[in-house]
C-alpha cells in the first residue's frame, strides 16, 4: 500500500526557513499532482502549493513569492521550500498526492500523509 511520509517540521523563528519533504513509497507506478495543504484548528484543511507530474504550479495567495514547491518524479517526493515564514503560517502540514497508479491495483486513488506541525513563533 502507497504511504506518504512527511519530514521537516519543527519549530522557527519568525522570518525563518523551514523545508518539508514528502516521500511516497510503494509499488507506484505513477502520481499525478502533489501537493501541500495546511490545517489550523477551527479553520478549514487549505491548499498551499500543488505541483502537476509536467512541473506546473500554482500557490495559495498568502504564500506567493515565499514559498516554493518541487518535485523529484524518480523518488515520487515532493518538497515545499518555505521562507519568510510568519505566526500565520503556524499549522499542521499534510502532504497530498492526486490519483496514485499502483502495481496490481486497479483503484486510482488519491494518498495523505500523516501531517507533520510546523510552528513559527518567537
Known amino acids: 500500500q502507497v504511504q506518504l511520509v512527511e519530514s521537516g517540521g519543527g519549530l522557527v523563528q519568525p522570518g525563518g526557513s523551514l523545508r518539508l519533504s514528502c516521500a511516497a513509497s510503494g509499488s507506484i507506478l505513477s502520481i499525478d499532482a502533489m501537493g501541500w495543504y495546511r490545517h489550523v484548528p477551527g479553520k478549514q484543511r487549505e491548499l498551499v502549493a500543488r505541483i502537476t507530474s509536467g512541473g506546473s504550479t500554482n500557490y495559495a495567495e498568502p504564500v506567493k513569492g515565499r514559498f516554493t514547491i518541487s518535485r523529484d518524479n524518480a523518488k515520487n517526493t515532493v518538497y515545499l521550500q518555505m521562507n519568510s515564514l510568519k505566526p500565520e503560517d503556524t499549522a499542521v502540514y499534510y502532504c497530498?498526492?492526486?490519483?496514485?497508479?499502483?502495481?496490481?491495483?486497479?483503484?486510482?486513488?488519491?494518498?495523505w500523509g500523516q501531517g507533520i506541525r510546523v510552528t513559527v513563533s518567537s
Open positions: 497530498n498526492a492526486e490519483r496514485v497508479r499502483e502495481n496490481l491495483n486497479p483503484l486510482v486513488l488519491d494518498r
